[in-house]
């Protein structure tokens, strides 16, 4: 049962992230302007959309990385590379979304790094950098010994929690904030609801859900990576038939109780 529910979990996390990222694209064409690289307008409409791909979505697929079934069965090192690449992803896109926003300010002589959704911003970009290459050098590289990586590990899954959290809060904020600017020498304001305040609210919501989403598979005891020794009814799934080739010795589950990382 358990891991059916996993299964459909992923399936609408996907469906929401896709959703995420094509619903803030559409906001920032079809009301925005559509997109650019000039200093215009035009190239702050790549803000929104790079950091709710990067920050969000593909951020939050890089942190359930090792909630896979797949995944518990065998070398980690295939999945470590999987969980920091698609980090490195997301901290990419990112990047050229800072970019973006910094050009736009900068082009237009405003003030950088002035709104709460700035600092909410930063410091989750900031935590995500450090994280990632704290996360490199010490679960990737192969020379941290298993006490380094047992000490560090609740603090990198907490980090790793904390900045999706301070990630969402930032997109809410920021829609807030361009729908003040932009709405507020409308012909219809903000507080009369037009067209483009309901999309992005409705876009808010999708990121609020989305993220909610994934701090729920992340928490949830019966979907966490199990200690080595202890099967759980996802890993029973992955087991061979009856009858078929036993898996190779370097995928079966460790069962001796012994500190055991396989690379």
Same mark, same amino acid.
């Given at each position: 049962?358990a891991?059916?529910?996993f299964?459909?979990?992923c399936l609408?996390l996907?469906?929401?992230g896709?959703?995420?990222?094509?619903?803030?694209?559409?906001?920032?064409?079809?009301?925005?302007?559509?997109?650019?690289?000039?200093?215009? +307008?035009?190239t702050?409409?790549?803000?929104?959309?790079?950091?709710v791909?990067?920050?969000?979505?593909?951020y939050?697929?890089?942190?359930?990385?090792?909630?896979?079934?797949?995944?518990?069965l065998?070398?980690?090192?295939?999945?470590?590379l999987?969980?920091a690449?698609?980090?490195l992803?997301?901290?990419s896109?990112?990047?050229v979304?800072?970019?973006?926003v910094?050009?736009?300010?900068?082009?237009?002589h405003?003030?950088n790094?002035?709104?709460?959704?700035?600092w909410?911003?930063i +410091?989750a970009?900031?935590?995500?950098?450090c994280?990632?290459?704290?996360g490199?050098a010490?679960?990737?590289l192969p020379w941290?010994?298993?006490w380094l990586r047992?000490?560090?590990?609740?603090i990198h899954?907490f980090f790793g929690?904390?900045?999706?959290?301070?990630?969402?809060?930032?997109?809410?904020?920021g829609i807030?904030?361009?729908?003040?600017?932009?709405?507020?020498n409308a012909?219809?304001?903000?507080?009369?609801?037009?067209?483009?305040? %309901?999309?992005a609210?409705c +876009?808010?919501?999708l990121? %609020?859900?989305?993220?909610?989403l994934?701090l729920y598979?992340?928490?949830?005891?019966?979907?966490?990576?199990?200690?080595?020794?202890?099967?759980?009814?996802?890993?029973?799934?992955?087991?061979?038939?009856?009858?078929?080739p036993p898996?190779?010795?370097?995928y079966?589950?460790? +069962?001796?109780?012994?500190?055991?990382?396989?690379?």
């Amino acid at each position: 049962m358990a891991s059916g529910w996993f299964y459909l979990s992923c399936l609408v996390l996907g469906s929401l992230g896709s959703m995420c990222i094509l619903f803030t694209a559409y906001w920032m064409q079809f009301w925005c302007g559509g997109f650019a690289w000039d200093g215009s +307008t035009h190239t702050f409409n790549w803000h929104p959309v790079l950091t709710v791909a990067g920050m969000v979505v593909f951020y939050g697929a890089g942190s359930l990385v090792y909630r896979l079934p797949q995944s518990w069965l065998g070398p980690k090192l295939p999945w470590k590379l999987l969980h920091a690449a698609l980090h490195l992803m997301a901290f990419s896109l990112t990047v050229v979304g800072l970019v973006a926003v910094f050009k736009f300010h900068n082009h237009n002589h405003i003030a950088n790094l002035y709104s709460l959704h700035s600092w909410l911003g930063i +410091t989750a970009v900031f935590l995500f950098a450090c994280q990632w290459f704290l996360g490199f050098a010490i679960f990737l590289l192969p020379w941290a010994s298993l006490w380094l990586r047992s000490l560090l590990k609740p603090i990198h899954v907490f980090f790793g929690a904390s900045i999706l959290s301070l990630s969402i809060a930032s997109v809410i904020s920021g829609i807030n904030e361009k729908l003040f600017f932009t709405l507020k020498n409308a012909t219809k304001p903000y507080s009369s609801l037009p067209s483009q305040a %309901v999309f992005a609210n409705c +876009t808010g919501m999708l990121v %609020v859900t989305f993220g909610l989403l994934v701090l729920y598979i992340l928490l949830a005891s019966s979907w966490k990576r199990p200690e080595p020794g202890i099967l759980t009814d996802r890993q029973l799934l992955l087991q061979p038939r009856p009858g078929s080739p036993p898996f190779p010795v370097a995928y079966m589950p460790v +069962t001796t109780g012994q500190p055991h990382e396989p690379w």
